[in-house]
């Protein structure tokens, strides 16, 4: 008898040490799998459009185009994933413009990475 499937993660933050710590840490939960590493908003999208994640944890520093417009076209494109942003920054103004941009969560940079795994789960399951 087999449980639920996994919810689905893409990663998304243009330093790769950092995406792939991420995708060791999702991988290593029975309840979650790494679909996608993306660096920039335009592989997110098309990493999205490929992979169908339930949840994008992505910072909201990227170059080119920052996360939170990034999530802006993601969210047009695909109302239904769920989206949680980090950051070094987590002041007041930078939280209200990802949650007026859609942002199911924000975890700053400094939380400890079981509260980036928490964050995943509630977006996914709606309780965040």
Do not use: N
């Not at 859609?102 to 995943?120: E, N, Q, R």
């Amino acid at each position: 008898m087999s449980g639920p499937e996994p919810i689905r993660v893409l990663l998304v933050d243009d330093h790769r040490v950092i995406t792939e710590t991420l995708a060791a840490v999702v991988e290593a939960q029975e309840d979650l799998t790494c679909v996608g590493t993306a660096g920039t908003v335009s592989e997110m999208l098309d990493l999205v459009d490929e992979h169908q994640p339930d949840v994008v944890l992505t910072d909201v520093w990227l170059p080119g185009m920052d996360g939170i417009e990034g999530t802006r076209r993601l969210l047009q494109r695909h109302p239904g994933v769920r989206v949680v942003a980090f950051s070094g920054d987590a002041d007041d103004e930078l939280r209200a413009a990802a949650a007026a941009a859609g942002v199911t969560a924000f975890v700053p940079k400094d939380s400890p990475l079981p509260a980036m795994v928490d964050a995943i789960r509630a977006a996914a399951g709606g309780l965040a």
